[in-house]
């Protein structure tokens, strides 16, 4: 109820501002427009009569149609013309005579603007006597305002100091609202940053070759420095997954999702490995297995070689298949 009394209040209050500027500057109180649509009468009524810059302006749309009638009054925003919308209500409807009545009072603040108007309004009028039930529209003629002049007379050739402007601190809202999207932007460009991290990461790792990758995962790994930590196990676990991947990128073989007897049945009947090298890779994915599976914890010089027979695998296996493909 309170937001409806305050702008109820600031528009009488500039009603009354005005008939009494009005009055004093000999003008006349309102201006007033009639029109009619079959059993419709709209009436407009604008105070002061003519546009000053030095109030607001006041202007009651006021509608009377017969009671089986139901009439809207459609919003101002985009009907006005170097005018600003500061407010507007509309009365409760009025009954008298057979007659419904509605109202509009809307508040209009001027803008530098050459013209001062209230474009047409496209009103709507809906009759439920009938059956079915009737709507029609009818457009409302223009009104366009006079403007008065700031200045009384001429212009002076007086040029006046300006009044400096004062900082109005924004509220801590609006403070918030864009420290919270200069934080949404930062995240967002990080997010960028790091996808085009990782899509050239990507881009540099599809142009390595097999062994390159291999050897590149291998150094990672050594750099880790897990047998330091006390972790043989997880080191055992990424170096023979090393391996399995080196195997799968060179000779398209599943190895990484394969368990060490269904690899070693794969590769025993592929004429790419010859007996040695399965040999040699039972060997290695076997102490390996003992590693990760049953708390088996080799000493340094295990480790060592481990990674040694790794190495060695894949740069034997490598210079193979170049020599097999080059042939």
Known sequence: MSRLVLPVLLILTTAMDSIVHAQSAGEPDARVENMSHGQVEFKVTVSPAKVRFDRD??????????????????????????????????????????????????????????????????????????????????????????????????????????????????????????????????????????????????????????????????????????????????????????VRRYIERRHDIRAPEQTTEEFLVAVRDDSRFSDTVVDKLRTFLEAADLVKFAAHRPDNEAVSAATTTATRYIDTDDAAAGDMNEG
């Open 57 to 242: 302006t006041l202007v009651v749309f006021r509608v009377s149609a017969a009671s089986e009638l139901t009439v809207e009054i459609p919003p101002l925003d985009d009907r006005l013309e170097g005018f600003v919308l500061s407010g507007s209500f509309d009365t409760e409807p009025g009954e008298r005579r057979g007659k419904t009545t509605w109202e509009r009072h809307a508040r209009l603040s001027p803008t530098v603007s050459s013209t001062y108007r209230i474009a047409p309004m496209a009103i709507k009028v809906t009759d439920r006597s009938r059956n079915p039930i009737a709507v029609e529209w009818f457009a409302t003629r223009p009104v366009t305002l006079e403007a008065v002049s700031p200045v009384d007379g001429a212009a002076g050739n007086e040029i006046k100091p300006v009044i400096e402007p004062v900082w109005i601190h924004p509220p801590f809202r609006t403070v918030a609202l864009w420290f919270l999207a200069g934080l949404a932007v930062v995240a967002l460009v990080a997010a960028a940053l790091w996808g085009l991290k990782q899509l050239h990461r990507e881009v540099v790792l599809r142009r390595m070759s097999p062994r390159e990758r291999a050897m590149r995962e291998l150094e990672r790994l050594l750099r880790m420095d897990l047998v330091k930590q006390d972790k043989i196990k997880e080191f055992y676990l990424e170096l023979t997954m090393i």
